[in-house]
């Protein structure tokens, strides 16, 4: 967090109207979700990553990420972040659109109003597609 806080300061100091965002993924710490402590202006948090989570867990890390975001700073806004990756075939899990619809579900019933997603471009990829935009799209 330190380094978070002294890079952001820089930052913010030399351009004062800037807007710093930063990924927090959990650690295995006691306290994984520790990105409140950064005075990030949006600090995305892991609530469900590349992996099948448990939907109680995904509930859980989103009611902290969004609830608990000013906890340290005031007008830090907590955002849950979201794992994708559509194909299979690397390191990385493969997330149907399913599961990503029962995952973005699981999160705006949490209090989850804005998403943050690695990797951007399966985003658009159909059947994916659809989901945000049937839960992000206006």
Known sequence: MDYYNAVIGCVKKKHPGARVHAHIYPTLLAEPLY???TKTDFCAQTVAWHFPREKEKIAR??????????????????IPFVGLKALP?????AKSPALLEEELRTILASGGDALSVCNGFDMIKPGYYEVFRKYCGK
């Open 35 to 37: 990105g409140n402590r």
């Open 61 to 78: 890390y989103t009611k902290i990420v969004v609830g608990e975001a000013e906890k340290h700073h005031k007008g830090v806004k907590g």
């Open 89 to 93: 075939g690397t390191s990385l899990a």
